[in-house]
């Protein structure tokens, strides 16, 4: 609290102008689509997956979780019982670095694990085929209560 009374703060966007133009995208076609769906954006990976219990020793899955935890997608589809259904990765202008390399290979091998379709945006897109990729990639049926 002592360095938090020290400093003012200030709002800022959530997300960038393409970002945003995305999440627009991703509700309208969710609000279209049978199951509930709904969008969130700038997801913790650690909020939306956990290490299953069985797969490891507690040490293992503890590390795992820390390695997943602090990395964020841009955007999660959830379906109407809360559960993820799609990730969907904006790669940006000035994605493409070693760096960021390595932080997608880490989210598309969780999801992948997890069972949970990934769909990533090339940073030059068209609207309608966006509409269209987002369509086949959400679920067509409306899931099951967990």
């Known amino acids: 609290m002592e ?5 003012d703060f200030e ?13 627009r995208i991703l509700e309208e076609v969710s609000r279209d689509t049978p199951g509930g769906h709904r969008v969130m954006a700038q997801t913790s990976l650690g909020e939306v997956l956990a290490p299953q219990s069985a797969s490891a020793p507690q040490e293992a899955r ?16 959830i ?8 990730a969907v990765e904006y790669q940006g202008p000035g994605h493409y ?8 290979a880490v ?3 969780v999801l992948r694990k997890a069972g949970i379709r990934l769909l990533e945006i ?9 509409e269209r990729d ?3 990639a959400l679920p067509s049926k409306p899931a099951r209560r967990p």
């Open 97 to 104: 670095t070693e760096k960021s390399f390595m932080r997608d």
């Open 3 to 7: 360095f938090i009374s020290k400093v």
């Open 122 to 130: 090339p940073a030059e897109y068209d609207d309608e085929d966006l």
């Open 79 to 86: 379906d109407a019982y809360g559960m993820p259904v799609l």
């Open 62 to 77: 503890d590390l795992a979780f820390r390695s997943i935890n602090s990395k964020r997608l841009d955007f999660v589809v």
């Open 134 to 136: 987002i369509r086949k």
């Open 107 to 109: 989210k598309r091998e």
């Open 11 to 23: 709002p800022r966007p959530l997300l960038n102008k393409s970002e945003y133009r995305i999440l």
